[in-house]
């Protein structure tokens, strides 16, 4: 956008922070949608509303509704969970099958389509026939128990919206030189879904668990049958056994037909194709809870049972699969997260975590679920350094990279937190950089 042209009632000196960040309260006037226009969309011209360069999609009657309906087919190409072109050189052979990630740049709001959602299966996906598949309740109970997933549908359902995010996500954050993969790469092991299950309260009640009872073990039906321990607090808090996901049943690849979902706790806890549930009085010690998924501390002792996931934030747009191509105003959005509770607060940087401008948050804001945020920015064509530091409700806040490391050590492989740099150079690119 030029300077010459107007921006209708918009205030574009109302500066929040360094290096062009606006006023959030841009979003609430009404001509804000205007401004984006002109700073993005093309003049019309003619009197024709089919205008030069655009089908006439009006002659002919389109195709029959499909059984089960389908994206359309211009974007397929583009809105993957493999990502296209990906670098040959970061292909890690070993992991490839069995890792999909959410493409975190072309989605807009907070749900992932169930198509689109993260994917770590660490020995593949089960095909189970839900008519041969149940889930047994057992251990420190008075009445052992089975539901198979017709029972569970019978039970009344909680519906919740709620992330999902693998605690190796953005791990290679915590490597000495910065990445160049995509932002799907860094970041796309996180998901958010309108969870349907039975709260394991309920079934737990139906049991009759001990007294005594301190530890929950969940184990899977695949062919790596996850085990993971769960608190018993946790799982009579908010745990269910998930059956739904965004309304239709989960899919083969989310845990299909039943999966435990542990809101906010690291997603190897959340067991896919969830067949038993041992109820007793310790932790099981399994390979996922010893082995892996502990935090080795600097001084070489490990972490266990690091459950419940930090604040945390990303910018999603711009990000580095984008390149910005003229100065102008845009909108910064990212978004943000608690495995705690809900997010009170996100600011952004646009010149390094120098100064802060408050974004902008969409509601309703969710517990432990993905939070919007966006804040106008004027680029003027220099370069800039984008970052969001995000708060919870209990006043967490997201820490620096430098921080992190300092208290996590260079050992440090899970939970990456720390606030994110994009830098922006003066020619419009982006890539990730440490500051
Ligand atoms: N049975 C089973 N449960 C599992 C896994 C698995 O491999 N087998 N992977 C775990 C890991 S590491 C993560 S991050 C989440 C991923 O859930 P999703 O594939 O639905 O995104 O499932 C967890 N539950
Ligand atoms: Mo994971």
Same mark, same amino acid.
Do not use: C
């Given at each position: 956008m030029s300077k010459d042209k107007k921006l209708p009632g918009i205030d574009t000196t109302d500066h929040v922070a360094k290096g062009g960040l606006l006023n959030r309260r841009l979003f609430l006037t009404s001509s804000i949608a205007s401004t984006a226009a002109l700073a993005t969309a093309s003049a019309a011209y003619g009197e024709d509303i089919i205008g030069e360069g655009q089908d006439d999609w009006t002659i002919y009657p389109g195709t029959d509704a499909l059984e089960y309906s389908d994206r359309?087919?211009?974007? $397929? =190409?583009?809105?993957? &969970?493999?990502?296209?072109?990906?670098?040959?050189?970061?292909?890690? %052979?070993?992991?490839?099958?069995?890792?999909? &990630?959410?493409?975190?740049?072309?989605? %807009? @709001?907070?749900?992932?389509?169930? @198509?689109?959602?993260?994917?770590?299966?660490?020995? @593949?996906?089960p095909d189970i026939d839900p008519d041969k598949h149940f889930l047994v309740i057992h251990g420190m109970?008075?009445?052992? %128990?089975?539901?198979?997933?017709d029972a569970l549908e019978n039970y009344t359902t909680v519906s919740r919206h709620h992330y999902l995010e693998c605690s190796g996500n953005s791990q290679v954050l915590f490597q000495e030189t910065p990445t160049d993969q995509p932002i799907q790469q860094i970041h796309g092991l996180v998901s958010g879904t309108e969870w349907t299950g039975v709260l394991l309260s309920t079934l737990l009640d139906e049991c009759g668990i001990s007294p005594d009872a301190k530890w929950i073990i969940a184990e899977g039906a695949d062919n790596g049958m996850m085990t993971r321990s769960i608190p018993i607090d946790k799982a009579l808090d908010d745990t269910m056994i998930a059956i739904r996901q965004n309304g239709e049943r989960i899919r083969p690849s989310q845990g299909y037909p039943m999966r435990?979902?542990?809101? @906010?706790? =690291?997603?190897?806890?959340? $067991?896919?194709?969830?067949?038993?549930?041992? $109820?007793?009085? &310790?932790?099981? *010690?399994?390979?996922?809870?010893?082995?892996?998924?502990?935090?080795? *501390?600097?001084?070489?002792?490990?972490?266990?049972?690091?459950?419940?996931?930090? $604040?945390?934030?990303?910018?999603? &747009?711009?990000?580095?699969? *984008?390149? %910005?191509?003229?100065?102008?105003?845009y909108e910064i959005t990212g978004l943000a997260w608690s495995g705690k509770g809900k997010i009170s607060r996100v600011e952004v940087s646009v010149d390094g975590g120098q100064t802060w401008g408050d974004a902008a948050l969409e509601g309703p804001i969710h517990t432990k679920m993905l939070t919007r945020f966006r804040i106008p920015w004027m680029w003027e064509g220099g370069s800039a350094i984008l970052q969001s530091r995000a708060y919870d409700e209990f006043g967490r806040i997201q820490p620096t990279r430098k921080e992190l490391i300092d208290a996590r050590g260079r050992n440090a492989f899970y939970h990456f937190h720390a606030v994110q740099s994009w830098g922006v150079s003066p020619n419009g690119e982006i890539k990730n950089v440490y500051a």
């Open positions: 359309s087919r211009f974007e $397929v =190409e583009n809105v993957k &969970r493999f990502i296209p072109n990906f670098p040959q050189k970061f292909l890690d %052979l070993r992991l490839t099958k069995y890792v999909a &990630r959410t493409p975190l740049d072309h989605l %807009l @709001g907070t749900i992932t389509p169930n @198509g689109l959602h993260f994917e770590r299966s660490h020995q @593949g996906i109970v008075k009445n052992p %128990l089975k539901y198979d997933i435990l979902y542990t809101p @906010g706790y =690291e997603g190897n806890t959340s $067991v896919k194709w969830l067949r038993s549930l041992y $109820v007793s009085d &310790r932790p099981v *010690m399994s390979a996922q809870e010893t082995a892996k998924y502990t935090d080795m *501390m600097p001084d070489n002792k490990a972490l266990q049972f690091s459950l419940e996931q930090d $604040v945390k934030s990303i910018i999603t &747009r711009p990000s580095n699969t *984008m390149s %910005l191509k003229k100065k102008g105003l």
